[in-house]
């Protein structure tokens, strides 16, 4: 059964940062480029955050996160990252992970809170 168990949101203040983690069960997340992708409240669309592609480790970012977010990937530890610095409240969403190229999702995702 495949998984993907994302974790490590929470209430931050504008400014602030938080490490999210997404631990991948059933699949093994060496054999895949990863995403994240984030759902804003009121928006149906899904916004893509940023990719880390398997073998190489080259990241790509969305321009707004980009300087901000740090992508990154454990494969022994079959999980995946993302270090966010510098929130701002217009980032409060549900971050979750997905296999990439196509996206395929299995989370739930992680509630992040940027308070002004």
């Known amino acids: 059964q495949v998984q993907l168990v994302e974790s490590g949101g929470g209430v931050v203040q504008a400014g602030g940062s938080l490490r999210l983690t997404c631990e991948a069960s059933?699949?093994?997340?060496?054999?895949?480029?990863m995403d994240w992708f984030r759902r804003k409240p009121g928006n149906q669309a899904r916004e893509w955050v940023a990719?880390?592609?398997?073998?190489?480790?080259?990241?790509h970012y969305a321009g707004s996160v980009k300087g901000r977010f740090t992508i990154s990937r454990d494969d022994p530890k079959n999980t995946v990252y993302l270090q966010m610095n510098n929130l701002q409240p217009d980032e409060t969403a549900v971050y979750y992970c997905?296999?990439?190229?196509?996206?395929?999702?299995w989370g739930q995702g992680t509630q992040v809170t940027v308070s002004s």
């Open positions: 997905c296999f990439a190229l196509p996206p395929d999702c």
């Open positions: 059933g699949r093994s997340v060496s054999d895949y480029s």
């Open positions: 990719q880390i592609m398997k073998s190489s480790n080259v990241t």
